[in-house]
């Protein structure tokens, strides 16, 4: 079965960086369109992310210019290099996984696989 292992939560402080690693295993498919989604204490969850298979890649409006998407097609993984943190960047950010590209980078509907979700906290 297809899981999604993600890597690279933690605490850091407003301004440091982080990096997520998604490892894809159990499918030998290499394709697969990639995501990062994240949903902080009461809200719901939200689109930071996407990555085609040939690096296209889709970002929301706020991490923009801080955020970078990845992959490495060999490996079937993508990263998220996170720069500039602020606090407003705290949430348990999620890996998502489809075996085609949608249409709909932005929508968590158009991802079939998820990961359990590691948590970025940043403090002021």
């Known amino acids: 079965q297809v899981q999604l292992v993600e890597s690279g939560g933690g605490l850091v402080q407003a301004g440091n960086s982080l990096r997520l690693s998604c490892a894809v295993s159990?499918?030998?498919?290499?394709?697969?369109?990639m995501a990062w989604f994240r949903q902080a204490p009461g809200k719901e969850r939200e689109f930071v992310a996407a990555i085609r298979y040939n690096g296209y890649p889709y970002y929301e409006d706020s991490v923009k210019g801080r955020f970078t998407i990845s992959r490495d097609n060999a490996k079937i993984s993508a990263f998220l290099q996170m720069n500039s943190l602020t606090p407003e960047d705290t949430a348990v950010y999620y890996c998502?996984?489809?075996?085609?590209?949608?249409?709909?980078?932005?929508?968590?509907?158009?991802?079939?696989?998820w990961g359990q979700g590691t948590q970025v906290t940043v403090s002021s």
């Open positions: 998502a996984a489809n075996p085609t590209y949608s249409g709909n980078p932005y929508s968590a509907g158009a991802f079939q696989y």
């Open positions: 159990g499918s030998t498919i290499r394709t697969y369109f």
